[in-house]
């Protein structure tokens, strides 16, 4: 289905107010699709905010997409603190998540709220969001809570632990693993949680939930029935190589335009097509006589 016009424009009008936790709320009641992006810089921010989306995510995933790191476990809290200072200087109407990193909340309550409340403090952020549903994670998750700050879980595949997982795959194919899903969803929902992402599981588990969950619930390979659907900037965009996992759309081929804008940039310097006079600057003739005579 193509976006009509009044659409786009309804999405970058100025009077679109900043989108708050009832908001979200009441989103989920009226049925209303909630989308949210990642975005890890200023242009990324700004592209986001113009195109209208709910809700953004600082993510971890910035630690491929962004530092080039093979997984999301090596980024640090510091690092994931700088993009989300960049995106909130692009930001004012979506609702902004910092992605909590592999190391900056398992230690204790007290470790979980003190990186909860630097991207709050720091980096302006709304909320944060946590991986998994254990008893533990839902009780980092209760105490951030407990300190004022909103938390967003995130359950199915939770890449900060793919290893134990079993790699880079759909989670919840067996009862059994669907109903440990079931557990830690509706654990991080009773801790307080505002929110939750269903990451690459069965479509016909998370409906299933659905009828069980009352806060908002963002899918990601997760099928139709979530409140709203999360996608990868950089994979959207095609700003990567490779295809990505199976639940990528792409909507662009940025990476292709951006190699073809630099290859054109380096064929016109290497020809001396780049830069013509149009591109310099000129100095006033009587001007460019006196500098020479202070050259001799
Ligand atoms: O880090 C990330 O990009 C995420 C989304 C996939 C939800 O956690």
């Known amino acids: 289905m193509s976006t009509h016009p009044s659409q786009i424009a309804a999405a970058t009008t100025p009077e679109r107010l900043p989108l708050t936790l009832p908001r979200l709320a009441e989103m989920k009641r009226r049925g209303e699709p909630i989308v949210m992006v990642t975005a890890y810089d200023f242009p990324s921010a700004r ?41 909130r200087r692009g930001l004012r109407t979506p609702l902004l998540v910092g992605d909590l990193p592999f190391g900056s909340y398992e230690v204790s309550d007290e470790q979980a709220i003190a990186s909860a409340v630097r991207f709050v403090k720091e980096a302006g952020c709304d909320a944060v969001k946590l ?3 254990g008893p533990a994670a839902a009780a980092r998750a209760r105490a951030i809570i407990g300190a004022g700050i909103p938390v967003m879980g995130h359950v199915g595949l939770t890449p900060q632990s793919a290893t134990a997982l079993g790699g880079y795959r759909a989670q919840g194919r067996s009862a059994q693993d669907a109903a440990r899903i079931a557990a830690q969803a509706l654990a991080l929902q009773a801790a307080g949680c505002f929110s939750i992402v269903f990451e690459a599981i ?30 990868v900037f950089h994979d959207l965009l095609g700003i990567r190589e490779g295809l990505g996992a199976r639940f990528v759309k792409r909507y662009a081929d940025l990476q ?32 460019l006589r006196d500098f020479r005579q202070r050259l001799t």
């Open 47 to 87: 592209a986001v905010e113009a195109a209208g989306v709910d809700v953004v995510l600082v993510g971890d995933s910035g630690a491929m997409t962004v530092l080039g790191h093979p997984s999301t476990v090596p980024v640090t809290l510091d690092e994931l603190l700088v993009l989300a200072k960049a995106v």
């Open 131 to 133: 991986e998994g549903g």
């Open 202 to 231: 069965p479509s016909q588990v998370a409906e299933e939930l659905m009828t069980r969950i009352e806060i908002p619930v963002i899918g990601i390979g997760a099928g139709p029935a979530t409140d709203g659907q999360v996608l």
């Open 256 to 287: 292709e335009a951006m190699v073809a804008g630099v290859a054109a940039f380096a064929a016109d310097v290497r020809s001396g097509a780049y830069p013509e006079p149009r591109h310099g600057y000129s100095i006033d003739r009587e001007q």
